[in-house]
């Protein structure tokens, strides 16, 4: 099977060659990014590979723009009708679409999460990332990646392991007609390399990882090494109120999910940053999700959060744990 991945890893090098310490990712990285996308390593690559060769038929002369609200492309030369039913089928094939929402030649992929409200959330309260060199851990679908190039970052890298999340990331790529600084590697946090003399990226995101991670405080000193120093680390994840106590491991699920485990208070949290040497450590927002946030959509046609809290009460999940509640941590790594 051809590798549909080469092109996009081949640009990615050409982008870090002048990028200190960066510029080494491209050897370091090679085997690890050939296992992970190996056929013969994940059983859904072929049938998703089918879905990208069919998207990427349809023409990507496409206007990319992206706003406020969506991220968008679409061609002055329109699909018809036709060819939109096709072009929505081929997208489907690459179902559940979680993060969005994207409008592709008129067709809204109305994803299972609002992620652009959590970009609302999150923006106003940042360093300007204007010129800045951004890597998002966990990015999902790639939707954030884009909102950081609309907010002026030079390079935005995105490093989620789930090979699904980069098949709809280059199916997005796809229908842009410029070649834009977006990349996407399918890989963990902690299969970067770490470079002694500090990170290359002047901002490093974490937003829904945390609370999947074992190792909290391992995850946390891993973001640090990415950062150059001075850089920010923007960090969401999930919290528990105050009043509930210290931290939560859930004794199994989690709103019905199975890989979760600490939830800290704020508090507890911010302790976490300091204790790996973060400063100006600060929660600059504190949401909890709603069902219009999260929820089952054409694009998701699986269970989503109403599902997962107790009916009789929505402050609390299935299990009787607090909601889920989000906090926004900002803070830097000392010069
Ligand atoms: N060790 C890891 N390294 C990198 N990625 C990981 C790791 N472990 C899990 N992931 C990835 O982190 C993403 C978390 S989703 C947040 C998406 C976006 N950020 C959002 O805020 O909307 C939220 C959720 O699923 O609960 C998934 O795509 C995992 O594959």
């Known amino acids: 099977m051809q590798n549909p991945f080469k092109i996009h890893f081949e640009n990615l090098w050409q982008a870090l060659h002048d990028n200190e310490p960066l510029n080494s ?67 489907k094939g690459l179902h559940p679409w979680r993060k969005g929402p994207f409008d ?25 990332l204007e ?20 907010s002026g970052a030079k390079l935005a890298v995105g490093v989620d392991p789930s090979l699904l999340s980069m098949m709809q990331f280059l199916s997005v790529e796809h229908f842009i007609k410029q070649q834009q600084p977006a990349y996407f590697l399918p890989l963990t946090l902690e299969q970067l390399p770490i470079d002694k003399r500090g990170g290359g990226f002047d901002s490093v995101f974490s937003m829904g990882v945390l609370y999947h991670r074992r190792s909290p405080i391992d995850h946390i000193y891993d973001l640090k090494s990415q950062l150059r120093g001075g850089g920010e680390l923007i960090l969401e994840t999930l919290v528990i109120p105050e009043d509930y106590g210290q931290m939560l491991l859930p004794e199994d699920r989690y709103a019905q999910m199975r890989n979760v485990w600490f939830l800290p208070n704020v508090k507890e949290l911010q302790h976490w940053l300091q204790r790996c040497g973060f400063i100006n450590v600060r929660c600059v927002d504190l949401n909890p999700t709603s069902i219009d946030e999260q929820r089952t959509t054409e694009w998701m046609e699986w269970n989503s959060l109403e599902s997962f809290l107790d009916p009789q009460d929505h402050s609390k999940t299935i299990e009787g744990y607090p909601a889920p509640l989000r906090a926004v941590m900002v803070c830097n790594k000392p010069q």
């Open 25 to 91: 990712w491209s050897s370091l990285l090679q085997p690890a990014l050939e296992a992970a996308v190996a056929a013969e390593n994940n059983g859904n690559l072929v049938r998703w590979s089918h879905a990208l060769e069919q998207i990427k038929a349809f023409p990507n002369n496409a206007n990319f723009a992206i706003d406020q609200a969506s991220v968008s492309a679409s061609s002055a030369s329109s699909l018809s009708e036709q060819e939109k039913l096709a072009l929505t089928e081929a997208l």
């Open 131 to 150: 010129n800045r060199t951004v890597l998002d851990i966990g990015c999902g679908s790639g939707y954030h990646l884009w909102r950081m190039l609309g």
């Open 104 to 128: 592709l030649h008129d067709i809204h992929i109305d994803t299972e999460w609002r992620s652009d409200w959590k970009w609302d959330r999150v923006y106003p309260h940042i360093a300007s």
